[in-house]
């Protein structure tokens, strides 16, 4: 899964974005409402968590942008961190297109608790993720195939955890790249291949990911 964070606060960017990439989660960081203009013209996340109060300009109004403007990527949710804790400001932010609100301060394990729930797929119940006989537990960051646990990376278990919530979908590698690594990743190395191959393995027989030829990559649901 990739976000975009959008924080100004250069030592607190660098902290959510430690903690979040320590969660397996790709992170991009823009300090300033240019810089999240310009990654929203090129890039497509899933969770945007946007502060309202930038040097440049207000979050507010790239929220409301990303919504209507057809030159902006739609990030697939949007969550406001702020220090604006009106009733006001709540309803504002909300009322822009944001999904969830967050004040600062706020406690690191509530970020990313939010962050799950945002992107839960519908089917999902609870922080419980399960297709076919793999089940993957969002919180904390286990996973299983039938009753065997299954030893990941973070990497591996970002990869997994991508394909989970996109079942029977044909995926390729671009898709996988710009989902599940960051803008720190080289487009031209072979990472995907190789970590792909790792969590081929470690899923073990008969495979669950299945290689479709000259379009991409696919978890089958079923066997």
Do not use: Q
Request: glycine content about 6%.
């Amino acid at each position: 899964m990739r976000i975009l964070l959008v924080e100004d606060d250069a030592d607190l960017a660098d902290v959510v974005a430690l903690g979040l990439r320590n969660e397996a989660y790709a992170v991009d960081v823009a300090r300033s409402y240019g810089e999240a203009d310009e990654l929203l013209t090129t890039t497509e996340f899933d969770v945007a968590c946007i502060d309202l109060g930038l040097p440049d300009g207000d979050g507010g109004d790239l929220i409301s942008r990303a919504r209507m403007d057809e030159r902006l990527r739609r990030p697939g949710r949007i969550l406001v961190l702020t220090a604006r804790d009106g009733v006001a400001d709540r309803v504002t932010g909300l009322d822009a297109g944001a999904d969830d609100y967050l004040v600062k301060p706020f406690a690191f394990a509530e970020l990313v608790a939010r962050i799950r729930a945002l992107a839960r797929r519908k089917d999902a119940e609870g922080t419980t993720l399960r297709v076919g006989d793999l089940t993957l537990d969002l919180a904390a960051h286990r996973a299983w195939r039938g009753d065997a646990e299954l030893a990941l990376t973070a990497r591996e278990y970002a990869l997994l955890r991508y394909f989970m919530h996109h079942p029977d979908e044909v995926l390729s590698a671009e898709d996988l790249l710009e989902h599940v690594w960051d803008a720190n990743a080289d487009p031209f190395t072979a990472s995907v291949r190789v970590i792909l191959s790792r969590l081929r393995r470690k899923l073990g027989d008969p495979s669950r990911i299945v290689t479709i030829t000259n379009a991409g990559y696919e978890l089958r649901s079923t066997s």
